[in-house]
């Protein structure tokens, strides 16, 4: 089974400080993706990553940026926290020969920014 | 507008009763089509899939059946139990051609179960 981990469940962190959310997936996918999850909004996403090094901004990524020096870890950055970045947080990943195939997600980071 | 519309929510049901949940999509040709499922407290798992026109999803009592000619994959369950609340989303894959893999996602719909 494919295993998505995202480091933390639940984090609180204070206006502008800088907070960095991980993810690893261990099947060796070459695409990542970050989503963020708010009421009746679904989800929208951040940023992904078809390769090491790479990155492609998503619709909603100012604010954030990315980093993925290893094919298994994606990491989420928010450079400088704001309130109204207080959300759940979702990675995912899937193999590039695969991508009408379901993604595959972790548990989910919630976010609070006070 | 949205890549994937779906009924709004809140929806509270009494168990067994019968479900459906609206999904209709726009895309470019015939993407893959998925509802996914989110319990309380955890991150969203697959519930069922098709891949292209005429398919059937089926998973738990689930099912959903791509429509292309309504361009539609409504959710229905015939007999809701109190363990099937959760937040459904419906998503599309990438258009055909695409090597990225990403998913356009509905806003999501709350399902609440009463016994």
């Known amino acids: 089974d494919v295993k998505v981990t995202q480091s933390s469940r639940y984090l609180v962190k204070r206006t502008g400080e800088k907070v960095f959310l991980e993810c690893v997936q ?83 980071t919630r976010l609070s920014i006070l | 507008g949205d890549s994937v519309t779906q009924m709004e929510g809140p929806v509270t049901l009494s168990e067994e009763a019968f479900l459906t949940i609206n999904c209709t999509y726009t895309a470019t040709g015939y993407p893959s089509l998925f509802w996914y499922v989110q319990y309380p407290g955890e991150g969203l798992q697959l519930l069922l899939k098709a891949t292209k026109a005429d398919d059937k999803g089926s998973n738990k009592g689930f099912e959903a059946t791509y429509r292309k000619e309504t361009t539609s994959f409504h959710l229905e369950k015939g007999s809701v139990q109190v363990s099937d ?31």
């Open chain 2, 85 to 115: 609340s959760a937040v459904y989303f419906c998503a599309r894959g990438a258009d055909r051609g695409s090597t990225l893999g990403r998913l356009y996602f509905g806003r999501g719909t709350q399902l609440t179960v009463w016994p």
């Open chain 1, 26 to 108: 261990d099947m060796d996918h070459e695409n990542m993706f970050w989503y963020r999850q708010d009421p009746g909004l679904g989800l929208r996403l951040i940023y992904f990553s078809y390769d090491v090094k790479m990155k492609e901004k998503g619709d909603i990524p100012e604010g954030y940026s990315v980093s993925r020096e290893k094919k298994e870890r994606f990491s989420l950055i928010l450079e400088s926290a704001s309130t109204n970045q207080t959300s759940m947080y979702l990675c995912a990943s899937i193999r590039r020969d695969s991508p009408h195939q379901p993604q595959h997600f972790g548990d989910g």
